[in-house]
């Protein structure tokens, strides 16, 4: 098992910053693949960033690439999603996420093992 605990959400303007955090325990090595993902109200969930064991392997949604980066501190089993441009509807939970293999589609809600409890994100206009 792993487990996952985000950090790091509030309520921010739009056109500010946040910087979340997601830290890994247990089983972290089933963390191959590490996500964020998020659901607004009344929507699905929906893929966000992804990021591969070594960082070598990134991949964004097109609706937050150029404002949002993931990073990993493997020595921490750590991952980080900056945002950076927030606008309004990136109002959402934020849930941390791991796969313990990178085969098949990293969008794919369903191919993550191990989610976190999810953390608040609220950007006014």
């Known amino acids: 098992q792993v487990q996952l605990v985000e950090s790091g959400g509030g309520l921010v303007q739009a056109g500010g910053s946040l910087r979340l955090s997601c830290a890994a325990s247990g089983r972290t090595f089933s963390a191959t693949v590490m996500g964020w993902l998020r659901q607004a109200p009344g929507k699905e969930r929906e893929f966000v960033a992804a990021?591969?064991?070594?960082?070598?392997?990134?991949y964004y949604a097109d609706s937050v690439k150029g404002r949002f980066t993931i990073s990993r501190d493997n020595a921490k089993n750590t991952v980080y999603l900056q945002m950076n441009s927030l606008k309004p509807e990136d109002t959402a939970v934020y849930y941390c996420?791991?796969?313990?293999?990178?085969?098949?589609?990293?969008?794919?809600?369903?191919?993550?093992?191990?989610w976190g409890q999810g953390t608040q994100v609220t950007v006014s206009s």
């Open positions: 990021i591969n064991w070594s960082g070598g392997n990134i």
């Open positions: 996420a791991a796969r313990p293999t990178t085969g098949g589609s990293w969008y794919r809600i369903g191919s993550y093992d191990y």
